[in-house]
């Protein structure tokens, strides 16, 4: 699976790159913030997205929305630290297949997450 990596941690981006790679994902880019990611897709065509849903100023629920407005059917991984206001409702309603926190990603199954849909 081509993955596109969205957190504005270069730390986490790393970290996830590594995580992906020893799963057989081929990180195709990643991207800081929204625009950056609109961008990516564009580019990279990648299949999935893993994506932060705090990105700084931006919310990762808007940034998935544009995503898979822009590319339908794109399937997309949402994931925090924090789950504070995180719902099943948000998550459909932005368009991404599934939310996971950060400290679950090492044991989580992501290929059926992005599948989730």
Do not use: Y
């Amino acid at each position: 699976m081509r993955v596109l990596i969205v957190d504005d941690q270069p730390s986490f981006r790393d970290a996830a790159r590594r995580l992906l790679d020893a799963r057989g994902h081929d990180v195709v880019a990643e991207a800081a913030d929204g625009h950056a990611a609109l961008e990516a897709l564009e580019h990279a065509e990648p299949d999935a997205v893993m994506l932060d849903v705090g990105l700084g100023e931006e919310s990762g629920f808007d940034v998935s929305r544009a995503l898979v407005a822009a590319r339908p059917g794109l399937a997309v991984l949402l994931v925090s630290i924090d789950r504070t206001d995180i719902t099943p409702e948000r998550v459909r309603a932005s368009g991404a297949c599934a939310f996971v926190q950060k400290t679950q990603l090492l044991g989580a199954d992501l290929a059926a997450l992005w599948q989730a849909n």
